[in-house]
C-alpha cells in the first residue's frame, strides 16, 4: 500500500466503524429491518447510544455505511491544477484512492450489505443517490481542471467530456470492488483500484489487444 499504517488511535476508530456496522447490518439479516434500533446495534457492537451517535446520525448510515467523496484542500488543489502526473484518467485513479482510503474495508461487510440493500428498495434509492453525487462531485472537478488548463472546448462540450471521465472513473472504481471483493488474497482495496487504473491506461494507450 501507499500509505502507512495508521496510528492505534486511527485504528481503534476504523475497529468501532466497522462494529458498528457490522452490527446492524447482522441485526438487518437476523431479525429484519425493523429490529433494528440504534440501542440494539450498540448493545450488539458494545458501545454506547451516545458512541454510537460520534460515528453516524442514525440507523440507516450504519446500514449504508460511509459515502465516497473527494478528498478536498491540497489533492484535490493539485488534481485541478494538472497534477500529479498530467494524464487525467491517471490522475482521477490518484484522486480516487485518497477516497478509498477512508472506507472500511471489510469483505464481509460488502456481501451483508449487498444482502440488506436487496430487500430495502428505499435504502438501496439513497446508496444510488450517494454514488449520483459522487459521479457529479467528480465532474465538477474535472470541469474545474480542463477550465484550469485553457481548454477551447464550449461550456457544453467540455461539461461532456467531464461527465465521461466522471462515468469511466467510476466504471474502474467498481470493476476494482469487484476484484477485490471477489479476491481471496490479503491485498487491499486500494492495491486494487491502482491496478485497476493500471490496466485502463494499458487499454486506452491501446498497448493490450
Not at 458494545?46 to 460515528?55: A, G, L
Not at 482521477?92 to 474495508?105: A, D, P, W
Amino acid at each position: 500500500m501507499s500509505d502507512a499504517e495508521p496510528g492505534l488511535r486511527e485504528r481503534k476508530r476504523r475497529a468501532t466503524r466497522l462494529a458498528i456496522q457490522q452490527a446492524a447490518l447482522r441485526i438487518a439479516i437476523e431479525d429484519g429491518l425493523p429490529a433494528v434500533t440504534v440501542d440494539e446495534i450498540s448493545r450488539r457492537a458494545d458501545i454506547s447510544p451516545r458512541t454510537f451517535f460520534n460515528y453516524f446520525p442514525n440507523k440507516e448510515g450504519a446500514l449504508l455505511g460511509d459515502d465516497p467523496t473527494l478528498p478536498d484542500g491540497e489533492t484535490l488543489a493539485d488534481f485541478v491544477s494538472g497534477g500529479p502526473t498530467g494524464e487525467l484518467l491517471a490522475d482521477l485513479g490518484s484522486l480516487l484512492v485518497h477516497s478509498t482510503r477512508e472506507l472500511i474495508e471489510e469483505r464481509g461487510l460488502i456481501e451483508e450489505r449487498q444482502q440488506v440493500l436487496r430487500g430495502a428498495p428505499e435504502l438501496f434509492s439513497r446508496r444510488m443517490a450517494s454514488m449520483k453525487e459522487f459521479q457529479a462531485e467528480i465532474e465538477r472537478a474535472v470541469v474545474a481542471r480542463l477550465e484550469h488548463a485553457g481548454t477551447d472546448l464550449d461550456e457544453g462540450a467540455l461539461r461532456r467530456r467531464a461527465r465521461l471521465a466522471s462515468l469511466v472513473a467510476l466504471a474502474t472504481l467498481r470493476h476494482a470492488w469487484w476484484e477485490w471483493s471477489d479476491g481471496d488474497t490479503e491485498t487491499h482495496l486500494v492495491d486494487e483500484l491502482e491496478r485497476s487504473f493500471a490496466d485502463l491506461e494499458a487499454l486506452v494507450s491501446r498497448s493490450l489487444v
